[in-house]
């Protein structure tokens, strides 16, 4: 079954720290990756996706095939970055999320 | 921002009762999608629809159904609900499938005692 594993239930940082999420995959294929985030009281939204390599509020993720990763990095967290993060996989026709990172940015 | 719209927002029901969760989207996206949210599994899909009349089964299908005679209207069925189909249900929607940003509903928390 193709998973995605997100090892940290909990981050918590203080804010101007660096922050990174880790995501893990498995796929065997040509993988299509996501990050969602959830911030309090707001709906799901896209975050980024790994094809356009584009940084979104100063958050940027690498696809690593080799380590299956595509670990959520930012340089200096804001405490309004404080949310639910969620890695997810496109194969087939399904989707994948994983289950989630809550990330608490400290003043 | 109603583009995408789900009803209930809660609901509570008893073992074996049927229950229509609906989702409504106002931007004629072709897709839509149905997940359910529990502790420590994140989103799992449950079915998805390409377009009016077309649908598929996702990762979680077993005692759901779902039917979308028009394009803006997805509602899922809990046939005879159990206690193991309590969760968050979200809806979403999108262009297309793959490569595209979804639209998340404000999801439903469905409690089946």
């Known amino acids: 079954a193709q998973r995605v594993t997100q090892p940290e239930k909990l981050l918590s940082v203080f804010k101007g720290a660096p922050v990174e999420l880790k995501c893990n995959y498995s796929y065997s294929g040509s993988p299509e990756l996501f990050w969602y985030v959830q911030y309090s009281r707001q709906r799901l939204q896209l975050l980024l996706r790994h094809i356009s390599r584009e940084s979104i509020k100063g958050f940027t993720a690498d696809l690593n095939k080799g380590e299956t990763s595509f670990h959520l990095k930012k340089p200096f967290a804001q405490e309004e970055d404080s949310a639910m993060y969620y890695c997810a996989l496109y194969y087939g026709q399904n989707f994948v999320f994983g289950p989630g990172t809550r990330l608490s940015v400290l003043p | 921002d109603a583009g995408i719209t789900q009803s209930p927002r809660y609901k509570i029901t008893e073992t074996g009762r049927q229950v229509t969760l609906m989702c409504h989207q106002t931007w004629s996206h072709s897709y839509m999608f149905w997940y359910r949210q529990d502790l420590g599994h994140g989103l799992r899909l449950i079915y998805y629809?390409?377009?009016?009349?077309?649908?598929d089964k996702g990762e979680v299908p077993d005692g759901y159904v779902v039917s979308r005679s028009k394009t803006e209207n997805f509602p899922l069925t809990l046939e005879s609900a159990t206690r193991s189909q309590t969760s968050v249900y979200f809806c979403?929607?999108?262009?297309?499938?793959?490569?595209?940003?979804?639209?998340f509903g404000p999801g439903t928390r469905l409690t089946v005692l």
């Open positions: 629809s390409a377009a009016a009349d077309i649908t």
């Open positions: 979403a929607s999108s262009v297309s499938f793959t490569s595209t940003e979804q639209f």
